[in-house]
């Protein structure tokens, strides 16, 4: 009979991106959407930002991670991808949840983008005033 690996799914949101993701016990290797961590998120800011909740929560080395990932650009998808490790850290252990929330983790940034309005060139912007 194989041994039952225990993990911990969770989701995270940011913007229009959605992350689902999967907390096993390992050594510290990130997989999102099937690729690695460092090729996905090419820029420097982004895994760090990626792996805060791991940071804050002194865990660095102890889970496995996979994420899938869609929708959003890079950096709505890293903040959507933090919140879901943020969220399943949790699972694993409640006594997180005053680090987490500290940092401002385990809120989901709810700003979105502003719609269109008919009649405008964009959501803020005016056609020019012409007085004749």
């Not at 290797?29 to 804050?56: S, W």
């Amino acid at each position: 009979m194989a041994k039952k690996i225990e993990s911990h799914d969770a989701t995270g949101r940011r913007k229009t991106a959605v992350a689902r993701v999967s907390l096993t016990s390992g050594s510290g290797k990130v997989t999102v959407n099937g690729r690695a961590f460092e090729n996905y998120f090419p820029v420097e800011d982004h895994r760090i930002q990626v792996l805060q909740p791991f940071t804050v929560t002194e865990q660095t080395d102890r889970f496995d991670v996979k994420a899938k990932v869609t929708g959003g650009g890079p950096h709505g998808q890293a903040t959507a991808v933090r919140h879901g490790i943020a969220r399943a850290l949790l699972l694993t252990d409640a006594n997180h949840r005053v680090a987490l929330r500290s940092q401002g983790l385990l809120t989901r940034d709810s700003r979105k983008r502003e719609r269109k309005k008919y009649g405008q060139p964009g959501a803020r912007k005016r056609f020019q005033f012409s007085k004749r």
